[in-house]
Nanobody, 124 residues
Framework: EVQLVESGGGLVQAGGSLRLSCAAS????????IGWFRQAPGKEREGVSC????????YYADSVKGRFSISSDKAKHTVYLQMNSLKPEDTAVYYC?????????????????WGQGTQVTVSS
């Protein structure tokens, strides 16, 4: 059974940093993408950043480019999202998700497996 567990969320002041972790277990896929998504109250879930296991390619939403960085540690089966220069508009529940296919998946509909989410709150 595939399980994704997020951690690292919390409350931070604007301009601060957080690092989210997504620990994966039960993976038997040769290729996959891991994505970070977020959902603010009253808004649709949106893609933040994704990484492909096949070639390490990455995707970033325009709103986080230059501030967020995604990385993976395959030995630990963990994907990280380093978030710097946080803004109040980054406040949301952050989810990690997995898509068991070759290539880089970037949209919500591409992903089959989801974690429970971790709250990130950025105060002004």
């Amino acid at each position: 059974e595939v399980q994704l567990v997020e951690s690292g969320g919390g409350l931070v002041q604007a301009g601060g940093s957080l690092r989210l972790s997504c620990a994966a277990s039960g993976f038997t896929f040769a290729y996959y993408s891991i994505g970070w998504f977020r959902q603010a109250p009253g808004k649709e879930r949106e893609g933040v950043s994704c990484i492909s296991s096949s070639d390490g390619s990455t995707y970033y939403a325009d709103s986080v480019k230059g501030r967020f960085s995604i990385s993976s540690d395959k030995a630990k089966h963990t994907v990280y999202l380093q978030m710097n220069s946080l803004k109040p508009e980054d406040t949301a529940v952050y989810y990690c998700a997995a898509d068991p296919h070759y290539g880089l998946a970037t949209t919500v509909d591409d992903y089959d497996y989801w974690g429970q989410g971790t709250q990130v709150t950025v105060s002004s």
